[in-house]
């Protein structure tokens, strides 16, 4: 199973709406990173959260952390179809004491005009 | 502004070919990764730098190698390319920051098609 669970993995929206991506480790967090990807290119990087609690916000796109349930959302308000493309969690994680970067699998995002 | 950029956006090899796949970064950054993505599969890591010469297998590193013998430059190589290699492959680079990692800035992926 995935260590970095996102969901949904796809979403269709209307422009206007607002929508939520969820982000769960099921390992220890270290630090958690949002990511989004336009269709055939690379990763964008939006935001770093490291402490239980911190919510940053750029534009638009709000991002959580709630540490107790190793978990992160991105919230979008007033959805444009600018917003499209593949959001992607990554997280510093530890496994037995080793340090690893992990990426989710991915959401897609579509938005309707 | 960070930049990290590949050789190639597309590019059409055949099976059996050598294929070398070159990243460069501009900020000086320790790390440097290498992954490939694939619908369904996500993003794995296929082998990681974190200083000059030094390298690590990431999750998927058969049938794959790697150079690097300048801080700014990781190159990734298909000794001899099968059809399975076919993907999308994405360079990252990042600061190491106190034994961990940071967020990563990535090359804009080079599609490789085997035939």
């Known amino acids: 199973s995935q260590e970095l669970e996102q969901s949904p993995q796809s979403l269709i929206v209307q422009e206007g709406k607002n929508l939520t991506i969820n982000c769960t480790s099921s390992?220890?967090?270290?630090?958690l990173y949002w990511y989004k990807q336009k269709y055939g290119e690379g990763l964008i990087f939006l935001m770093m959260?490291?402490?239980?609690?911190e919510e940053k916000s750029h534009e638009k796109i709000t991002a959580k952390l709630d540490e107790k349930k190793q978990q992160s959302s991105l919230h979008i308000t007033a959805s444009q179809p600018s917003h499209a493309g593949i959001y992607l969690c990554?997280?510093?994680?530890?496994?037995?004491?080793?340090?690893?970067?992990?990426f989710g699998t991915g959401t897609r995002l579509k938005v309707l005009a | 502004d960070v930049k990290v950029t590949q050789s190639s956006r597309y590019l059409v090899k055949r099976t059996g070919e050598k294929v070398f796949l070159e990243c460069v970064q501009d900020?000086?950054?320790?790390?440097m990764f290498w992954y490939r993505q694939d619908p369904g599969l996500g993003l794995r890591l296929i082998y990681f730098?974190?200083?000059?010469?030094?390298?690590e297998k990431g999750d998927i590193p058969e049938g794959y190698s790697v150079s690097r013998e300048k801080k700014e430059r990781f190159s990734l190589i298909l000794e001899s390319a099968s059809t399975n290699q076919t993907s999308m492959y994405l360079c990252?680079?990042?600061?190491?920051?106190?034994?961990?990692?940071?967020?990563?800035?990535f090359g804009p992926g080079t599609r490789l098609t085997v035939l």
């Open positions: 900020m000086d950054h320790e790390n």
């Open positions: 959260l490291q402490k239980g609690g």
């Open positions: 990554g997280a510093d994680v530890t496994t037995s004491g080793t340090y690893k970067y992990i």
């Open positions: 730098s974190y200083d000059v010469k030094m390298k």
């Open positions: 390992k220890t967090l270290y630090g």
């Open positions: 990252a680079s990042s600061l190491r920051v106190r034994m961990r990692y940071n967020e990563q800035f």
